[in-house]
């Protein structure tokens, strides 16, 4: 682990300042990501900043029925929220999903937001990685991706996204709100993650100096009718290798609406608009579950290990549309 200076912030304005003044800087929430990565020589922040005396560890409801959830927040307290189980039970159990009950009461709602990838080679500083280094490479194009992203990748980067809380924020429209140097501003979770593209060291359109304060989400009556399901290779501490959050609206057996993204299979929580579109006015059942399943990946792109997701990930988001269309 590199020299660093520490500095505990005591107000948002002091973090951003910090953050703003320095180039090199990290924020230390739960620290359950940074201080892997520190120990590993994969980050080398020059200072990191210590958040956890601001004053966002809170679950409120807002007038307008949405939830804002504290960017402090830790994971076990939100999956446990009397709210949260009640109105959008698939954040519940993708939280209660995610590693263990020890990281789960250390984990925030932020830095869950902003968790690295579990890719090896991003990992492994001996190896070459655009994510870690620009222009380095890629190792996992034609390394060991077995646990890669098969959708939203690119010639540079195939690493998949880790977060189990970030697949149902997706689906449900969720905004990320920041203050920074220049103020505040309401981030709209479809635009806050970047694919890879070219430059996949870049992952969120976070500006410098910008510190991530809460996380609202919409009210929306039919989450309450929705589930979130992982698939992984063994039944703890794991990171999936496809999970599906899906949430429905039925008139008697008719889909009025759907809400659906995946994860494990996608550089970003990967919503899936074209399978949202082929559930609406369908009679809810097996067959409908599984043409709107192929909808959602239609567009994927697989590599030597892991083609297998592609019917893993169909197959995933077909049961949870039927456990979620089981549901009273």
């Known amino acids: 682990m590199h020299p660093f200076e520490f500095h505990a912030a005591a107000t948002e304005d002091e973090?951003?300042?910090?953050?703003?003044?320095?180039?090199?800087?990290?924020?230390?929430?739960?620290?359950?990501?940074?201080?892997?990565?520190?120990k590993h020589d994969v980050e080398r922040p020059g200072h990191v900043v210590d958040i956890n005396a601001l004053a966002l560890a809170d679950v409120t409801e807002q007038s307008d029925g949405s939830l804002r959830i504290g960017a402090l927040v830790r994971n076990s307290d939100l999956a446990h929220h009397p709210l949260v189980r009640e109105r959008l039970p698939m954040l519940s159990?993708?939280?209660?999903?995610?590693?263990?009950?020890?990281?789960?009461?250390?984990?925030?709602?932020?830095?869950?937001?902003?968790?690295?990838?579990?890719?090896?080679?991003?990992?492994?500083?001996?190896?070459?990685?655009?994510?870690?280094?620009?222009?380095?490479g890629c190792a996992a194009l034609h390394g060991f991706n077995r646990i890669h992203a098969i959708l939203g990748g690119s010639e540079h980067c195939i690493a998949t996204h880790p977060s189990d809380m970030a697949v149902p924020l997706a689906a449900l429209d969720a905004v990320v709100r920041v203050r920074?140097?220049?103020?505040?501003?309401?981030?709209?979770?479809?635009?806050?993650?970047?694919?890879?593209?070219?430059?996949?060291?870049?992952?969120?359109?976070?500006?410098?100096?910008?510190?991530?304060?809460?996380?609202?989400?919409?009210?929306?009556?039919?989450?309450?009718?929705s589930v979130y399901i992982k698939v992984r290779d063994r039944a703890s501490y794991a990171f999936a290798l496809a999970s599906a959050a899906v949430a429905l609206e039925l008139d008697g057996k008719t889909i009025r609406d759907a809400r659906i993204a995946l994860g494990g299979v996608g550089t970003v929580p990967w919503r899936s608009r074209e399978a949202e579109q082929a559930l609406r006015g369908q009679k809810a059942g097996g067959e409908t579950y599984m043409r709107a399943a192929v909808a959602a990946l239609e567009g994927a792109a697989p590599h030597e290990h892991n083609a297998f997701k592609i019917e893993l990930a169909r197959r995933t988001l077909a049961r949870a549309l039927a456990r979620a269309g089981e549901l009273s």
């Open 180 to 225: 920074g140097p220049k103020g505040e501003r309401a981030i709209p979770i479809a635009e806050f993650y970047v694919l890879p593209g070219d430059r996949p060291e870049r992952e969120t359109t976070l500006a410098r100096g910008e510190l991530i304060t809460a996380v609202d989400i919409p009210a929306t009556p039919f989450a309450t009718r």
């Open 93 to 136: 159990q993708a939280l209660l999903a995610g590693a263990s009950g020890q990281l789960r009461n250390m984990a925030t709602t932020g830095g869950n937001l902003l968790q690295r990838t579990r890719c090896y080679y991003f990992r492994d500083a001996a190896s070459p990685c655009n994510k870690r280094e620009p222009g380095a």
């Open 15 to 38: 973090a951003v300042a910090l953050l703003a003044s320095h180039e090199n800087a990290r924020l230390l929430a739960g620290g359950t990501t940074l201080v892997d990565l520190m």
